[in-house]
Structure formats: structure tokens, C-alpha cells
């Protein structure tokens, strides 16, 4: 009976289904609500066929990004040895095999573009470009200053794209503006936590970190924010002009303008490397979240 049992090389660790979870990521996951966004704001998430294909727009991007986490990490494997808390990651610490993780990467993608079509034929652009986009960065532009902010940054605004293809809805130009530069402003403060953690070594795990200073980072920030509210603003009032209840279009830019704020406070004390903790964890940040949905809910449906 022991010749019949399968042998698992030395070199090669058995993959135990807690450490596939967390290479997953699923804590990333919250990210993908931002398909959400688009059918949210054009007031059809009560229709049944959009809330469906809106719900397949999130596990689509669930699946996509979880599938590019696998093979990310098994392609910085290096890098995430060295760092302090990243070489805990499964593949880094031994866990999860290069040849099982890139494996479960391939199964992940195809599953992702295959069920993009339960939706609309669309949608499978969306998660395709989004997939590129995550090699790209992968293979080459994490190395390049600025634009690796830029395709993290993209990968957001593809999925505020994807939550509107999915529904068939036009998305305004406004919308996109802030979805793309309020990415920008979260990305960017990431880096500058990176940078605060590591010190003088955080060269040595990413590249650009020894291209950026602290003062370039706190300009892009700056900048950042301020296309996101001026654009958010003009967005509202488009709005508002169009959709719902024009006061609470208005009204929803106080608890917006003040979230931005907020977070631009927690980013300057260098709380940015992981943007999703940051704000579950911050009351202060809820509640104007919380006060942000609740106008813009009222908004949309009010009359």
C-alpha cells in the first residue's frame, strides 16, 4: 500500500487550502465593489436582470483579481523574501508552490472571462484589458516611476468600467475622472507607507521606491485629491441636473470633500500600506462613508 501513495518532492510543498485562501486575498475583494458604482448611480440596482449582472461583474473581478495574486506573487517571490512583512506571504514562506500558485493563477483568469459572459460579451473586454493591465505591471511597469502608480491606479477605474458594461449603462466622463484620480491618491499614499516602513531599504523591494521622495509623493497627493473633489463636484451638479433629488447630489459633496480629507490625514501619518484595513478600522472614515451613501442613496432614489 505505501508504493500506491503519492510522493511529494522536497522542493515541492503541499498547498493546504488556509494558505490558497490567503494568497487569495480575499480581504482585496472589497475593492471590487467599485462595479457597484456606475449601476449605483444610475438607479437600476433595483431592476433584477442589472442586480444579477452586476453581482457577476463582482465575482468576475474576484476571480480575475485573486488569479492575478497568484501569479504576481509567484513572479516576486525574491522581492517578497526580503521584506519584512510580505515574506510571510505563501509562496515567499514556502506554503504554496511557484508551480501550484501559477497553476491556480491560469484556473482563476479563465474561470473569470468564461463566467464574464453570464453578463454581457462586454464585460469579458473589461476583464481581459484588466488582466493585461496586471502583467504588464507585473512584468514590466512596476518598475517604471509614475507609471506604476498610473496602472494601479487603472485597475480601479477598469473596474468602475465594468460594473457599467455589465449593465449597459453610459458611464460620465466626470465619473470616471474621479474614480481615476481618487485611485491615484490611495495608490500614491500606499507607496509613501511603503517608503515610511522601510527606510532606507525599501529600494531594495521595489524599485521606484528609490526613484520617489517623500515630497514628490505628498505633490502627487495633492494633486491627486484636488482633481477628485473638483471633479466629483461637476460630477454632483451634472447629476443632480438630470437624476433624483438635485439637493442631495449637492449635499452628498460635504461628507465626500470631508472623507477625502480624512484620509489624506491618515496617509501623512504613513497608515496607507493597506488601504482596505485602513478604512474598516477607522470610525471617523465610516461614518462619513456612511453619511456619503446615505445622501447619494437619497439622491438617486428620491424624488
Same mark, same amino acid.
Given at each position: 500500500?505505501?508504493?500506491? =501513495?503519492?510522493?511529494? +518532492?522536497?522542493?515541492?510543498?503541499?498547498?493546504?487550502? +488556509? @494558505?490558497?485562501?490567503?494568497?487569495?486575498?480575499?480581504?482585496?475583494?472589497?475593492?471590487?465593489? %467599485?462595479?457597484?458604482?456606475?449601476?449605483?448611480?444610475?438607479?437600476?440596482?433595483?431592476?433584477?436582470?442589472?442586480?444579477?449582472?452586476?453581482?457577476?461583474?463582482?465575482?468576475?473581478?474576484?476571480?480575475?483579481?485573486?488569479?492575478?495574486?497568484?501569479?504576481?506573487?509567484?513572479?516576486?517571490?525574491?522581492?517578497?523574501?526580503?521584506?519584512?512583512?510580505?515574506?510571510?506571504?505563501?509562496? &515567499?514562506?514556502?506554503?504554496?508552490?511557484?508551480?501550484?500558485?501559477?497553476?491556480?493563477? *491560469?484556473?482563476?483568469?479563465?474561470?473569470?472571462?468564461?463566467?464574464?459572459?453570464?453578463?454581457?460579451?462586454?464585460?469579458?473586454?473589461?476583464?481581459?484589458?484588466? %488582466?493585461? =493591465?496586471?502583467?504588464?505591471?507585473?512584468?514590466?511597469?512596476?518598475?517604471?516611476?509614475? $507609471?506604476?502608480? &498610473?496602472?494601479? @491606479?487603472?485597475?480601479?477605474?477598469?473596474?468602475? *468600467?465594468?460594473?457599467?458594461? /455589465?449593465?449597459?449603462?453610459?458611464?460620465?466622463?466626470?465619473?470616471?475622472?474621479?474614480?481615476?484620480?481618487?485611485? $491615484?491618491? #490611495?495608490?500614491?499614499?500606499?507607496?509613501?507607507?511603503?517608503?515610511?516602513?522601510?527606510?532606507?531599504?525599501?529600494?531594495?523591494?521595489? %524599485?521606484? %521606491? &528609490? #526613484?520617489?521622495?517623500?515630497?514628490?509623493?505628498?505633490?502627487?497627493?495633492?494633486?491627486?485629491?484636488?482633481?477628485?473633489?473638483?471633479?466629483?463636484?461637476?460630477?454632483?451638479?451634472?447629476?443632480?441636473?438630470?437624476?433624483?433629488?438635485?439637493?442631495?447630489?449637492? $449635499?452628498? *459633496?460635504? +461628507?465626500?470633500?470631508?472623507?477625502?480629507?480624512?484620509?489624506?490625514? $491618515?496617509?501623512?501619518?504613513?497608515?496607507?500600506?493597506?488601504?482596505?484595513?485602513?478604512?474598516?478600522?477607522?470610525?471617523?472614515?465610516?461614518? #462619513?462613508?456612511?453619511?456619503? /451613501?446615505?445622501?447619494?442613496?437619497? &439622491?438617486?432614489?428620491?424624488?
Amino acid at each position: 500500500m505505501g508504493a500506491l =501513495q503519492s510522493e511529494v +518532492p522536497a522542493d515541492e510543498p503541499q498547498a493546504h487550502l +488556509p @494558505a490558497l485562501v490567503r494568497l487569495a486575498r480575499p480581504k482585496q475583494w472589497i475593492k471590487n465593489v %467599485l462595479v457597484i458604482a456606475a449601476p449605483g448611480a444610475a438607479g437600476v440596482l433595483g431592476e433584477g436582470t442589472a442586480l444579477a449582472r452586476t453581482t457577476v461583474a463582482f465575482v468576475c473581478f474576484c476571480l480575475a483579481a485573486s488569479g492575478s495574486y497568484f501569479l504576481n506573487d509567484a513572479l516576486d517571490i525574491d522581492a517578497d523574501r526580503r521584506h519584512p512583512t510580505k515574506r510571510r506571504r505563501p509562496i &515567499a514562506s514556502g506554503e504554496v508552490s511557484v508551480r501550484t500558485a501559477v497553476t491556480g493563477g *491560469i484556473v482563476l483568469v479563465t474561470a473569470a472571462i468564461a463566467l464574464s459572459f453570464a453578463a454581457r460579451w462586454q464585460l469579458s473586454l473589461v476583464i481581459g484589458g484588466y %488582466l493585461l =493591465q496586471t502583467v504588464l505591471y507585473s512584468v514590466w511597469l512596476k518598475h517604471e516611476a509614475v $507609471l506604476d502608480l &498610473a496602472c494601479v @491606479a487603472s485597475g480601479f477605474v477598469l473596474r468602475t *468600467i465594468a460594473g457599467g458594461v /455589465a449593465v449597459g449603462v453610459t458611464i460620465s466622463p466626470w465619473f470616471l475622472i474621479v474614480a481615476g484620480s481618487a485611485s $491615484l491618491f #490611495m495608490v500614491t499614499g500606499k507607496r509613501h507607507a511603503e517608503m515610511v516602513e522601510l527606510g532606507d531599504h525599501a529600494g531594495s523591494h521595489r %524599485l521606484t %521606491l &528609490a #526613484m520617489y521622495s517623500r515630497e514628490f509623493l505628498s505633490y502627487v497627493r495633492a494633486v491627486a485629491s484636488s482633481v477628485t473633489v473638483l471633479a466629483y463636484c461637476l460630477w454632483a451638479f451634472e447629476k443632480s441636473s438630470t437624476v433624483g433629488n438635485p439637493v442631495w447630489f449637492e $449635499l452628498s *459633496i460635504v +461628507p465626500f470633500v470631508l472623507g477625502i480629507l480624512r484620509y489624506a490625514l $491618515l496617509l501623512e501619518q504613513g497608515r496607507g500600506g493597506a488601504p482596505e484595513e485602513l478604512v474598516l478600522a477607522d470610525r471617523v472614515l465610516l461614518a #462619513m462613508g456612511a453619511a456619503w /451613501a446615505l445622501s447619494f442613496a437619497l &439622491a438617486v432614489h428620491g424624488s
